[in-house]
Each structure stands twice: as C-alpha cells, then as structure tokens.
C-alpha cells in the first residue's frame, strides 16, 4: 500500500502541469503558442550567407517559374529571327552602298587595297557585305534581350533577372562540372528545362553524375592504395 499511495502521489506530480495548462477558467488565459517571428533583410543575407549559396530561406518571386520559362524560351527565339533578320538587313545594304564606295565594281577594273594590286572588286565587295552583314547579325542578337526586357517595363524587367538569378544559382548548386561526366549532348546550361518536372529531371540526372563521378574517384583511390 505504502508503494502504491507513493506512486499514486508522483503520477499526481506528473500530471498537474499537464492539467493546468489545459484548464479552461475564467481567471487564467492560455497563452498564445503560435506567433509570427518577423525577420529583416540584413538578417536573411546573413542566414544566407552561413547557410551557403543554396539557402532553404528563399523569399517568393514574383514571376512563376512557369512564365519565367516561358518568357525566356520566347527571347531565345526572336533572338535567333532578329539575327537573321539583321544579317538580311546589313547584306541588303551593303548590296546598295558597294557601288558608291566602290565605282570599280561597275567597271570592272582591278583595285588595290592595303598595298595589295590587281584585286577583283566584285570579289572586294562580296567579302565587306558579307562581314557587314555577320557585324550587324551579332549586334541585333545581343542587343535585343536588352530592348525586349526595357520595352516590357521595369517591374517585369526586374522580376524575370530576379527570377534568372535564382534560377542560375540553383543551376550552379546541382551542376556536374566533371569533364568525364559531362557530354556534348548534355543540357548544360538548363535551356532545354521548360517546366519544374524537367527542372526535376534535369536535377536527378545531375546527381546521378556526381554519383558516378564519386564512384570513379573512390575507384581510383583504392587502386592507388594498393598500388
């Protein structure tokens, strides 16, 4: 009995705090347990910065991946028709300003050009329109991200570089950088990923060569061992 009325007694002690803190009365109020802890910028970077470039404390975009995706693979492509477009433009150009640059192509007669006598003009001009036309094709295919991005306006110019950073920043966390993993074949910058289930893809064959990367190296170092 006496064993018994004492564990009774500690079972008693066990439980009261259980007890109190779920009594409902009128006299004592439950405190709330489920507050909202408000961080600032600078301790984010920080966290950030501790936790590594891949940090589980990421700030929502504003533009969906999805759009993001979408939005870049449409800049990709009037990139490449603007090139083109823009070869076509200088090529044509040229066409019409050789022969004010150059009266000998009418004629026919030989040209000298950098201490170098008896050159062709059909074949001079030819030559200057075509390298015209590549300068002009590179000019048009690099600046025209830029103009699309500032025609579109600042907030959506900000939120897809926002979005292109973090995107570039995962792509960098997963990549395998091996030069015996990686293939001509490879999607190595991420353009072919469209949506978050090719993004997953591309993420699990990325693991998939750092784990046979891992595998050759340990490979070699048991066989340097016991060599």
Same mark, same amino acid.
């Given at each position: 009995?006496?064993?018994?009325?004492?564990?009774?007694? !500690?079972?008693?002690?066990? *439980?009261?705090?259980?007890?109190? !803190?779920?009594?409902?009365?009128?006299?004592?109020?439950?405190?709330?347990?489920?507050?909202?802890? &408000?961080? /600032?910028?600078?301790?984010?970077?920080? +966290?950030?910065?501790?936790?590594?470039?891949?940090?589980?404390?990421? /700030?929502?975009?504003?533009?969906?991946? =999805? &759009?993001?995706?979408?939005?870049?693979?449409?800049?990709?492509? *009037?990139?490449?028709?603007?090139?083109?477009?823009?070869?076509?433009?200088?090529?044509? =150009?040229?066409?019409? =300003?050789?022969?004010? +640059?150059?009266?000998?192509?009418?004629?026919?007669?030989?040209? $000298?050009?950098?201490?170098?006598?008896?050159?062709?003009?059909?074949?001079?001009?030819?030559?200057?329109?075509?390298?015209?036309?590549?300068?002009?094709?590179?000019?048009?295919?690099? $600046?025209?991200?830029?103009?699309?991005?500032?025609?579109?306006?600042?907030?959506?110019?900000?939120?897809?570089?926002?979005?292109?950073?973090?995107?570039?920043?995962?792509?960098?966390?997963?990549?395998?950088?091996?030069?015996? %993993?990686?293939?001509?074949?490879?999607?190595?910058?991420?353009?072919? +990923?469209?949506?978050?289930? /090719?993004?997953?893809? *591309?993420?699990? =064959?990325?693991? +998939?060569?750092?784990?046979?990367?891992?595998?050759?190296? %340990?490979?070699?170092?048991?066989?340097?061992?016991?060599?």
């Amino acid at each position: 009995m006496t064993c018994l009325g004492s564990l009774r007694r !500690c079972n008693s002690l066990f *439980w009261r705090p259980y007890h109190r !803190c779920f009594s409902t009365t009128s006299a004592e109020s439950i405190p709330s347990t489920s507050q909202v802890v &408000e961080i /600032d910028t600078e301790t984010k970077n920080r +966290i950030r910065l501790i936790c590594g470039r891949y940090s589980p404390i990421q /700030d929502r975009l504003a533009m969906p991946f =999805v &759009e993001y995706a979408s939005f870049k693979h449409k800049l990709k492509m *009037w990139k490449r028709v603007v090139g083109v477009g823009g070869y076509m433009l200088g090529l044509s =150009v040229c066409v019409q =300003v050789s022969p004010l +640059i150059i009266p000998q192509i009418t004629t026919g007669e030989p040209i $000298a050009l950098f201490g170098i006598e008896g050159l062709d003009p059909m074949f001079v001009g030819m030559v200057g329109s075509t390298i015209t036309a590549i300068l002009t094709a590179w000019m048009f295919f690099i $600046a025209y991200p830029t103009v699309r991005l500032t025609l579109s306006g600042a907030e959506v110019k900000g939120n897809y570089l926002e979005r292109e950073r973090d995107f570039n920043r995962r792509l960098n966390e997963y990549r395998c950088i091996e030069q015996a %993993e990686v293939g001509h074949d490879d999607d190595y910058y991420g353009d072919k +990923i469209r949506d978050l289930s /090719d993004y997953r893809y *591309w993420v699990r =064959v990325q693991q +998939i060569k750092h784990e046979s990367a891992n595998k050759r190296k %340990e490979a070699k170092l048991f066989q340097f061992k016991n060599n």
